[in-house]
């Protein structure tokens, strides 16, 4: 038996059809991903960027301002991308699972 977590499950899998994803399909979801995290970014780097503004103001260093904002931008990103495809493949992935039943 191997430890390896990386290899591919041995179990015999019952249903051996696959799903075929259309560029009708993906286009979608690309698309509900993209507003999502501009959307999202905007907010999240407009209130950590204003957050960070406000720090550097009350620290004394307003010229530091601007870095602090840049670096606020970026701790937001990771999360609202998660976010926006969590969210996109939520809401289209009824869609995908209705077509591979039927």
């Given at each position: 038996m191997s430890n390896n977590?990386?290899?591919?499950?041995?179990a015999p899998l019952a249903d051996k059809r696959t799903l075929e994803v259309s560029?009708?399909?993906?286009?979608p979801l690309w698309w509900s991903i993209t507003w999502r995290?501009?959307?999202y970014g905007m907010l999240g780097g407009f209130v950590l960027g204003a957050i960070g503004g406000g720090i550097a103001a009350a620290s004394g260093v307003p010229e530091k301002a601007e870095a602090y904002g840049m670096i606020a931008g970026y701790i937001v990103t990771i999360p609202v991308s998660m976010l926006s495809v969590k969210q996109a493949i939520s809401r289209h992935l009824s869609?995908?699972?209705?077509?591979?039943?039927q």
């Open positions: 977590p990386y290899e591919p499950t041995k560029w009708g399909h993906a286009l995290t501009l959307v869609t995908l699972a209705r077509e591979y039943i």
